[in-house]
């Protein structure tokens, strides 16, 4: 693990400081050692606050530093008006999941509510604890088509309908979600249904039963073991690690699910599930057991650390560059035949338009859709070298 005064050195006190509320909240560190951290060192208060709305753990730090009478005040206002702004907009969140679960189910469309509001309370145990913006579903991919117009009867606004009405197959070849939202008096509440864990543009052929196993069915509840290998692909594969939630999230599951048998998928995910191991012992001290190593154990020392380096400095939200997922994940795939496969699907997918593109130029004409995609393609590859 790396200790608090190395990163304190290296990267400032305020990220040293929210390390500690990490570690305490995961029993990796006692309160005794954040409460004199507290004491002993000069914080920028509102920078702390930043830092902990970036990596989305202002509830988690909320509730480890309650106990604490040295905090700034304000700052301790900032957190206590933030998380219960967050646990009204979770209620809510969970009302609205609970709506549209009881629409499809007169339609007769199996859904499930999994991540945000469900991994709350089965991984957190409490709905407020874990930051979540959006209502993630799991729906199969044949019903898609009945579900998308049942929301635009319902009033539901779906982003990319116009793409998706012109190319259903396409769409549902590249994509792996629907994204809808609604815009009420109560709030703006946006809704992904997913069909599949991953997009086409990592040349994978993944799907929910292949993260749970053959006996899963979507509709059956998930068990926490179950999220091991689906926030492997989503946090590592797709995201690439990108905030300390992630990590938590992580940390979390490895301290509850032990046994090997949550490891699927080992051929495909054994990288994946070292770079787990490797960043959550170094920055939580939680250790990872009878995992599927990768053999390559140096480019995991080299890969994680470059993580855990852009985790401590990062100082604005945002996504990782796609470069920087694409350059792990060849790294991670077997064979030449695996990494060739991902370089095309890669290139197909930034050719080919996608809702974001249509969100705000539906009346443009398709042509500049595709003529925009070689930029984006530039610009990564920039981004790249």
């Avoid at 006190?13 to 509320?21: D, S």
């Avoid at 793409?163 to 809808?180: A, R």
């Avoid at 997009?199 to 052929?205: D, K, P, R, V």
Wanted: net charge positive; glycine share 4%; aromatic share 12%.
């Amino acid at each position: 693990m790396i200790a608090i005064s190395d990163i304190q050195k290296k990267y400032g006190n305020e990220i040293a400081m929210l390390m500690l509320c990490c570690r305490v909240f995961l029993k990796t560190e006692d309160l005794s050692a954040l409460e004199q951290f507290v004491h002993a060192h000069t914080l920028d208060w509102d920078e702390v606050y930043h830092l902990a709305k970036v990596h989305r753990i202002r509830y988690i730090v909320y509730e480890t530093t309650l106990p604490l009478q040295s905090l700034d005040l304000k700052f301790k206002e900032q957190l206590k008006q933030a998380y219960l702004n967050h646990s009204v907009r979770a209620f809510r969140c969970q009302q609205k999941a609970h709506q549209l679960v009881a629409l499809m189910q007169q339609h007769q469309i199996p859904i499930q509510v999994y991540k945000g509001i469900h991994l709350s309370q089965q991984l957190y145990n409490h709905l407020s604890l874990r930051e979540f913006s959006d209502i993630d579903f799991i729906v199969n991919e044949e019903d898609i088509p009945r579900l998308v117009a049942m929301l635009k009867t319902a009033g539901y606004k779906v982003e990319g309908a116009t793409l998706f009405e012109d190319s259903e197959e396409k769409y549902l070849k590249h994509q792996k979600d629907v994204i809808c939202y609604d815009d009420s008096p109560e709030g703006f509440f946006l809704y992904e249904f997913h069909y599949k864990p991953v997009g086409s543009y990592l040349a994978t052929n993944i799907s929910f039963n292949d993260l749970f196993g053959p006996s899963w069915q979507v509709g059956k509840d998930l068990s926490l073991c179950e999220y091991l290998p689906l926030l492997t692909v989503n946090h590592g594969l797709v995201d690439r690690y990108p905030t300390l939630r992630c990590m938590i999230d992580i940390a979390l599951l490895t301290q509850k699910c032990k046994q090997s048998t949550c490891y699927r998928l080992p051929q495909l995910l054994s990288g994946y599930y070292s770079l787990n191991a490797y960043i959550i012992e170094k920055l939580f001290s939680v250790q990872a057991t009878e995992y599927p190593a990768y053999p390559d154990t140096r480019f995991i020392t080299q890969q994680g650390e470059q993580i855990i380096q852009w985790l401590l400095k990062k100082k604005e939200a945002g996504r990782v560059p796609l470069s920087a997922i694409i350059k792990v994940a060849y790294r991670l795939r077997s064979g030449l035949f695996e990494k060739i496969k991902l370089v095309k699907a890669v290139v197909k997918y930034i050719l080919t338009p996608n809702y974001n593109d249509t969100t705000n130029a539906q009346q443009q004409p398709k042509w500049m859709y595709v003529l925009s995609r070689p930029i984006r393609l530039l610009q990564h590859l920039k981004r790249y070298i």
